[in-house]
């Protein structure tokens, strides 16, 4: 037998290596997608659930008090002109910071409440800053 058919195989071809990269970047591309997918969901989860915490805070506040706080800040501490007596807070150890590192907007509820006692203060993260459209609210859209 020639010398060319003895030789026997050692490592894998260019063809072989560049073909298992291609498969193996295909495979990263499409976890990346659904991982960053699912990032984005938990974090608007977590600001729906910081939104609801907040609105809680400020019904307990509002029973206590007799209106909706002035601003955030008087749900952890007593603002002024409430009376001691009145305030039993403090309702939230902290203001949340939304997950994309912003405020949480609010707003006191109009007093037109559909028959309702007490109007319901209304809360509003800007969402992704990247994603246009991305408000996340406590009042459905359109009311």
Known sequence: ????????????????VLLVMAILIIMVSVVT????????NAKQD?????????EKACMAYQLDVGSLPPDLNALVSPPQGVATNKWRGPY??????DPWGGNYDYTQGSNNTGGRALPKPVITC?????????????????Q
């Not at 058919?5 to 063809?15: A, M, P």
């Open 46 to 54: 977590g600001a729906r659930m910081a939104i609801s915490q907040i």
């Open 33 to 40: 997608v659904g991982y960053n997918a699912i990032q984005a």
């Open 126 to 142: 800007q969402g992704d800053p990247g994603v246009q459209g991305d408000e996340i609210s406590n009042v459905p859209q359109g």
């Open 1 to 16: 037998m020639s010398r060319k058919f003895q030789r026997r195989r050692r490592g894998f071809t260019l063809l072989e």
């Open 92 to 97: 939230m150890e902290t203001i949340p910071v």
